[in-house]
């Protein structure tokens, strides 16, 4: 008789004894014991290895050259560089006593650098180049994960038409996650040294850096959020820009859903920073929004908030609340209204109160061959300020940069010099090479230069203190429509027309009216986009007519982009922009033309190459060109990759000459 098996299986021990024991159901005991008993050795597992070895030789010759020349009394700097820099590389994935126990990830180079620099000031040295990136998990699958980690990176930093910056950056951290079922909390601490090496030594800086963030979530129901958050930071920044803040940031969320299927919504954010240092600020705030979804076509809304700061130059207390709604009449037409008030004391600078109300109608539309937009606005808001101080501070105000066009501060009488303008991480950036400034009466016009540290689409923040004007009630009217007509059928398919109309005038009431010029405008904007084939065309002009800043802006731009082959891709973009200031009689006129090429040869070898001209004409501040050229060719066979790169920058200015020219060669063998 044969009957089936069942096995039993024991580990007892780490290291220790496989005993298997197979018994037969049915029989006897005796017979059972007569079943085989199986001793076997437990198959040793490694307590440490290393898997996904990869090591690397490398070699890299860099030569650098930055000539400054000034036009006004001849003077030049010329920095020339060769640096010859030999590297080995190791990464490698480990683990001790098991991945779950420690799981490592450890890399970095290290290798011999010989340097010389001739131009006005002659050097050679010899050093070190180290980079690494070493991170430990600990317990990683387990209820509180513990990551370490230690980086060190080098990155050279090209912005168009500017000098090349050499960033390295060391940043050591630890990070906690504890995956509980009640409070899910994140940790997150590291100190991080950057620094900015500039060969004209306008930009060299070093910033050291310590952050530690806090993050704890709770969901006392299924219907309601709870987000706690506390960061902590300390920097230093040295160079050119000097600053020097502590920070303590903590914020506490609700998130509540509520109503007919849960289709309200309240949102409870308070906030509170205290900072010190360079900049010191204290602030309170509180932010109250409630949405509700009463239908398919009918929302309503309501917004709180509640702030306050505390800086050494004044103390400022604000509210602000809106309430409105948003209608959908079918799927064509969709109405939006709001009304709002907002008061500001400022203490012994005064107090502000505004009220306004707005409405806009969207009227959207499938018409013979395309989609009509139509847009109808009307506003009224009235301001009454009470001035008491003779100079009021307006801090950290907003503003992005659309390149080419420069950015309007619009605030009277700005105290010539009190202009400061800084980044989101609070880097100042530099007058007369980042930005310039012109101040006139009702407003101050900011330009970004070639070569600044200002990119296209950055968003920069400014702190400025202007004379105070009179105690006065301001109202505001304006109106406003807007159409666009896209064309997506027939022969004229990829065609987009579009204008807008905007106006707007300011009744001022004060005991002295002569110290206001009410403010009257229009904005007329149209154009025309087109899009065939490769190609994209458009051309747009805005007139603005002002009575405190009149200007108008003409766009022509040109853009062709196309994968000839599989490996070949092409991107062409040309735009002529002209911009008339009447109030300065200065005209601007801005070309811009720029191409990159992508061209793989072979499997191995590919070649990319960019290129870009700038002329920009202004009555007031003189001419620029600028053009701009970079190649890279790259071959890469088995586990060997050679690379040559070039880049040559040449700008002339009625101010100032630059030159800057790269070329670098690398060969890396991967083993």
């Given at each position: 008789m044969k009957a089936s098996r069942c096995t039993l299986w024991f580990l007892?021990?780490?290291?220790?004894?496989?005993?298997?024991?197979?018994?037969?159901?049915?029989?006897?005991?005796?017979?059972?014991?007569?079943?085989?008993?199986?001793?076997?050795?437990?198959?040793?597992?490694?307590?440490?290895?290393?898997?996904?070895?990869?090591?690397?030789?490398?070699?890299?010759?860099?030569?650098?050259?930055?000539?400054n020349t000034s036009t006004t009394n001849n003077n030049t700097t010329n920095i020339t560089e060769n640096n010859f820099k030999e590297t080995f590389s190791l990464s490698a994935d480990s683990y001790i006593i098991h991945p779950n126990l420690v799981d490592l990830t450890l890399g970095g180079s290290f290798g011999m650098t010989q340097n010389s620099i001739t131009g006005n000031t002659n050097s050679s040295t010899l050093g070190t180049a180290l980079s690494y990136n070493a991170t430990a998990t600990f317990l990683r699958k387990e209820y509180a994960p513990l990551t370490l980690f230690a980086?060190?990176?080098?990155?050279?930093?090209?912005?168009?038409?500017?000098?090349?910056?050499?960033?390295?950056?060391?940043?050591?951290?630890?990070?906690?996650?504890?995956?509980?079922?009640?409070?899910?909390?994140?940790?997150?601490?590291?100190?991080?040294?950057?620094?900015?090496?500039?060969p004209t030594d306008q930009r060299t800086s070093q910033t050291i850096q310590d952050t530690f963030t806090w993050h704890t979530a709770y969901q006392p129901t299924d219907t309601q959020t709870i987000d706690m958050d506390y960061t902590f930071k300390s920097e230093e920044q040295t160079g050119s820009s000097i600053n020097t803040y502590q920070s303590h940031d903590v914020t506490v969320q609700h998130n509540l859903r509520f109503g007919p299927d849960n289709r309200y919504n309240l949102d409870s954010r308070l906030n509170h920073l205290i900072?010190?240092?360079?900049?010191q600020l204290t602030r309170w705030r509180l932010d109250e929004s409630l949405n509700m979804s009463h239908s398919d076509t009918f929302r309503t809304q309501a917004r709180y908030s509640y702030n306050q700061e505390q800086r050494p130059e004044n103390e400022q207390a604000s509210?602000?609340?809106?309430?409105?709604?948003?209608?959908?009449?079918?799927?064509?037409?969709?109405?939006?209204?709001?009304?709002?008030?907002?008061?500001?004391?400022?203490?012994?600078?005064?107090?502000?109160?505004?009220?306004?109300?707005?409405?806009?109608?969207?009227?959207?539309?499938?018409?013979?061959?395309?989609?009509?937009?139509?847009?109808?606005?009307?506003?009224?808001?009235?301001?009454?300020?009470?001035?008491?101080?003779?100079?009021?501070?307006?801090?950290?105000?907003?503003?992005?940069?659309?390149?080419?066009?420069?950015?309007?501060?619009?605030?009277?009488?700005?105290?010539?010099?009190?202009?400061?303008?800084?980044?989101?991480?609070?880097?100042?950036?530099?007058?007369?090479?980042?930005?310039?400034?012109?101040?006139?009466?009702?407003?101050?016009?900011?330009?970004?230069?070639?070569?600044?540290?200002?990119?296209?689409g950055d968003t920069i923040y400014i702190t400025y203190s202007a004379t105070s004007d009179p105690s006065n009630t301001t109202t505001t009217f304006g109106r406003g429509i807007s159409f666009r007509y896209a064309i997506d059928q027939g022969l004229f398919k990829g065609l987009d027309l579009y204008a807008s109309f905007?106006?707007?005038?300011?009744?001022?009431?004060?005991?002295?009216?002569?110290?206001?010029?009410?403010?009257?405008?229009?904005?007329?904007?149209?154009?025309?986009?087109?899009?065939?084939?490769?190609?994209?065309?458009?051309?747009?002009?805005n007139n603005h007519d002002s009575v405190t800043s009149p200007y108008q802006t003409t766009d022509f731009s040109a853009n062709y982009q196309s994968r000839l082959s599989n490996r070949t891709s092409m991107n062409l973009r040309c735009n002529y922009t002209t911009t008339d200031y009447f109030d300065e009689d200065n005209q601007i006129k801005i070309l811009l033309i720029s191409g990159s090429m992508n061209q793989q040869f072979s499997r191995n070898l590919?070649?990319?190459?960019?290129?870009?001209?700038?002329?920009?004409?202004?009555?007031l501040n003189?001419?620029?060109?600028?053009?701009?050229?970079?190649?890279?060719?790259?071959?890469?066979?088995?586990?060997?990759d050679v690379y040559l790169t070039g880049r040559n920058m040449i700008t002339k200015s009625n101010n100032q000459n630059t030159l800057s020219q790269i070329i670098e060669l690398g060969i890396k063998r991967t083993f």
């Open positions: 007892w021990g780490w290291g220790g004894l496989w005993i298997s024991l197979a018994l037969c159901p049915g029989l006897t005991p005796a017979l059972a014991q007569e079943g085989p008993i199986l001793i076997t050795q437990r198959q040793k597992i490694d307590k440490f290895g290393f898997t996904n070895i990869q090591a690397a030789a490398e070699l890299i010759y860099h030569f650098q050259r930055d000539e980086q060190r990176s080098t990155s050279q930093v090209h912005s168009q038409f500017s000098g090349t910056t050499l960033n390295t950056s060391d940043t050591f951290g630890a990070d906690l996650s504890i995956r509980s079922l009640t409070f899910p909390t994140q940790l997150h601490f590291e100190h991080r040294i950057t620094t900015q090496d500039d900072q010190t240092g360079s900049t509210h602000r609340a809106t309430a409105g709604f948003i209608h959908k009449l079918y799927k064509s037409l969709t109405t939006h209204a709001n009304l709002g008030i907002a008061s500001t004391d400022n203490g012994p600078q005064g107090s502000y109160f505004e009220k306004h109300a707005n409405i806009q109608i969207n009227y959207r539309k499938l018409v013979p061959l395309g989609i009509l937009n139509i847009d109808l606005s009307a506003t009224i808001s009235q301001e009454n300020n009470n001035q008491q101080s003779s100079t009021v501070n307006i801090f950290d105000e907003p503003y992005v940069y659309t390149d080419p066009l420069p950015i309007t501060i619009n605030h009277r009488n700005i105290v010539n010099g009190s202009v400061i303008v800084h980044n989101a991480a609070a880097i100042t950036y530099i007058e007369g090479l980042d930005y310039t400034l012109n101040y006139l009466t009702d407003f101050v016009r900011l330009t970004v230069p070639l070569g600044s540290s200002i990119n296209n905007y106006q707007s005038h300011q009744n001022i009431v004060s005991s002295e009216p002569l110290s206001f010029l009410p403010e009257e405008s229009t904005d007329t904007l149209y154009g025309i986009n087109y899009s065939i084939w490769k190609l994209n065309f458009r051309a747009q002009r590919y070649i990319n190459f960019n290129a870009a001209y700038r002329n920009e004409r202004d009555n003189g001419n620029t060109q600028a053009h701009e050229q970079s190649i890279e060719l790259r071959w890469r066979r088995r586990q060997t």
